[in-house]
């Protein structure tokens, strides 16, 4: 077997901060402890397979510009099955305990649904092996319902009921694959599931189909005995105008009213937090304040980019601050940290693919050590717990209990008069973060 990445010899190690080693790693010591769990078992590093090897670093004014050995079989299966051996050999010398792919990132698409369904039986099976042979896991299979033509007005929200049927075959067989593969989760992500004119669209029974094809997914999960966690991926747009899982909070609307609450976390994806207006952190809290924090997409946009950069976390501060809600949720238990993240179109050799996933997994270790950190200090949860004692007793026992109408609470008012306030103190708590970084 060729191998793929001579440029890496052996797997990346842990040399330490003092190292100066750009192929090492300063800060992600797999086997470390941190409350309880090695570092390996809270970030549950995945490695995505459309980005790092099927993307070559085309963006809408120019091609592709990564030159890569997997590539070169012009059988599109012997292609196919160069990148499978490719993207192993690449996990064990980053050691990573996980991947993630669509169905047609591992295996192209045939003339007809038969063919298609067994060129990726064929690459799962490689797959299998690989996985058997390296411990490498899955942490999640998807279905790929939005690059081909047939699905540019939807999958499951399409016009056309022979598209949703279509649709529903193909994840009908990602979802037997991703069974097969001893997936810890499956994703949804509806990138062309939402609209760009309202002008040609029926929204309400757009959102119904959604909401049945979703439904149907459950029902063939749980005939196949497939155990995998499900998730939502929410972004706002970007394939599409809109799309109709804007962010966590729609998402957990769409799921309540179609009764699929219990069924569903959701894959929250740094960059598309930023695309709906929110910041990455609120997403996660608001997952985990409504227990729906499944797992994670890590990257991050650029501040003067207004579209989906897909770039590597490298920022500090918001590692930390991931790490911190994720730890306060009780970390990971299907889910994990999944670069979801492409080179930059000028990183054209297959070493950057390394040099970036070490960055990344680095400023993630370093994020989960500072936030185990100011965890243990309490000193932001302290402050909270302060900030709304008021409602532990008295007052705001008796509202929280339910015990008090309008008509009380204005006789309270009159009784007690004007109501003291207090400081929020957010320049002190910024302080406070920045001594954890
Ligand atoms: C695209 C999404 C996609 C999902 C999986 O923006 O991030 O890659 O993660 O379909
Ligand atoms: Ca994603
Ligand atoms: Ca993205």
Redesign the pocket.
């Known amino acids: 077997m060729p191998e793929y990445f001579p440029e890496v010899g052996a797997p990346i190690t842990y040399e330490g901060p003092k190292s100066q080693k750009a192929l090492a790693f300063k800060h992600y010591n797999p086997r470390k402890k941190i409350l309880g769990k090695t570092m390996a078992e809270h970030l549950r590093f995945a490695v ?1 397979y ?2 790092t090897f099927k993307g070559a670093g085309g963006d809408p004014f120019g091609p592709g510009t990564m030159l890569r050995k997997y590539n070169e079989p012009a059988n599109p299966m012997a292609q196919a099955e160069a990148t499978m051996h490719a993207a192993f050999e690449f996990f064990t010398k980053l050691g990573v305990g996980f991947w ?1 792919f ?1 169905d047609h990132d591992i295996a192209p698409e045939g003339a007809t649904l038969a063919e298609s369904h067994r060129n990726i039986e064929s690459i799962a099976a490689l797959a299998k092996k690989l996985q058997r042979q390296t411990g490498v896991k899955l942490l999640w299979g ?1 279905s ?1 319902l ?1 690059a081909h033509r047939r699905f540019m007005a939807g999958a499951a929200t399409n016009p056309s009921p022979e598209i949703y049927a279509y649709a529903a075959s193909k994840v009908k067989k990602a979802l037997e694959v991703s069974k097969e593969l001893g997936g810890a989760g499956y ?3 509806g ?1 062309r599931e939402g609209y760009d004119t309202l002008l040609n669209t029926n929204m309400k029974r757009e959102l119904d189909h959604l909401g049945r094809f979703l439904a149907q997914a459950v029902d063939y999960k749980e005939k196949i005995g497939f155990k995998g966690q499900f998730y939502i ?1 929410p ?1 706002p747009k ?1 394939p599409t105008k809109h799309q109709y899982d804007f962010d966590a909070a729609s998402c957990h609307a769409f799921l309540q009213k179609y009764g699929l609450v219990d069924q569903f976390k959701l ?1 929250v ?1 740094a ?2 937090a930023t695309l709906a207006g929110h910041t990455f952190i609120h997403e996660l809290e608001y997952a985990a304040a409504n227990g729906i924090l499944g797992s994670v ?1 890590a990257n991050r946009g650029d501040l003067l980019l207004g579209w ?1 950069t ?1 770039q590597f976390p490298t920022d500090i501060r918001e590692c930390t601050l991931a790490m911190y809600v994720i730890l306060r949720a009780g970390g990971f238990k299907t889910g994990g940290l ?1 670069f ?1 993240a492409k080179v930059r179109r000028q990183s054209v050799d297959p070493v950057d693919l390394f040099h970036a996933h070490i960055g990344a997994m680095d400023a993630f270790a370093r994020g989960l050590e500072n936030a185990a950190r100011l965890l243990a200090s309490r000193k932001l949860e302290n402050f909270i717990q302060k900030r709304y004692a008021g409602w532990d007793t008295g007052l705001g026992a008796q509202i929280e209990a339910g015990k008090l109408d309008f008509e009380a609470l204005e006789a309270y008012t009159i009784k007690h008069g004007e109501p003291k306030v207090q400081s929020g103190r957010q320049e002190m708590l910024e302080n406070i973060l920045n001594e954890y970084l």
């Open positions: 995505c459309w980005h993630c669509h998807t790929n939005f994703v949804f992500w990138g991926e972004k970007e894959n994806e960059n598309h997409d989906d897909d999944n979801d």
